[in-house]
């Protein structure tokens, strides 16, 4: 695999990466049925494979293990979940670009799977700073014509779409325990307005945590997103590996 969990010094110094590839997840409730830690599989697993598809092809990636925790700040009632606050994400992404700007390293791609996640204004600063190229892929936001077809009704959390790639990438999921995944209505009106928004407070809209119905996952429909979605970003990373850094965007 193109990530630092097999790689070693010496395959670092045979691949020489262009791009580095930092996943970013989150740790917090997915429905009654999926793991905490699902953005964190996801983010890893899919830019992973992403990278040895790429560099199968030319492309000198590397990716990284995925950062954890993310931006949960409405999710504080739930168990266990940890919030990073946004000084905290913003000196996380500073200390990566400090070190890899050391070592000439210029092109960083931010491998995004939690939607709380909001990274432009950081990247607009950051890239401001260092000589450093940063793309920022919301991987969940990607690929929606083939969502359209893969999925009946995908949900955008632990619904159709997350519980058939989870079912897909680690095999022993079970629905049996998942709630439907229903939206409570706001009290505000205004919010169901287009240009309008203010966070979901996240226990109150979803009672089960969840966001769409999972009922109509499979491992198929998981498998076949997997594959698209890393067929698609593969191409992103190989344009990106190859595009000299002078020329980019
Ligand atoms: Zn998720």
């Not at 995944?181 to 309008?196: F, Q, T, V």
């Not at 429909?221 to 980019?248: M, Q, V």
Request: hydrophobic letters at 40%; charged letters at 25%; aromatic letters at 10%.
């Amino acid at each position: 695999m193109s990530s630092t969990f097999s790689l070693t010094l010496k395959d670092i110094l045979e691949i020489k990466p262009e791009v580095v590839v930092l996943p970013w997840g989150a740790t917090e409730a997915h429905n009654y049925h999926l793991p905490y830690s699902t953005d964190v599989t996801e983010a890893f697993e899919v830019a992973a494979q992403s990278c040895e598809i790429a560099n199968s092809k030319g492309a000198k990636t590397v990716c990284y293990p995925a950062v954890p925790f993310g931006a949960n700040a409405q999710q504080l009632d739930q168990h266990i979940t940890v919030s990073l606050s946004v000084k905290t994400m913003y000196a996380i992404l500073e200390d990566v670009c400090t070190s890899l700007t050391k070592q000439g390293v210029k092109k960083l791609v931010i491998y995004n799977f939690h939607g709380g996640n909001e990274f432009k204004p950081f990247i607009r600063d950051l890239m401001g700073k260092f000589e450093v190229f940063i793309l920022l892929i919301d991987a969940f936001r990607m690929i929606p014509e083939e969502v359209d077809e893969i999925f009946d009704v995908p949900g955008d959390h632990a619904g159709e779409l997350e519980t058939s790639l989870m079912m897909y990438i680690k095999g022993n999921i079970s629905k049996s325990e998942a709630g439907e995944g229903k939206r409570n209505d706001y009290n505000l009106n205004a919010l169901s307005e287009s240009g309008i928004w203010s966070p979901r407070p996240w226990s109150k809209i979803h009672p089960d945590t969840g966001s769409g119905n999972p009922v109509l996952a499979d491992a198929e429909k998981g498998k076949k997103y997997f594959e698209r979605l890393t067929e698609k970003t593969a191409e992103i990373f190989l344009e990106l590996s190859n595009t000299p850094f002078e020329r980019l965007p």
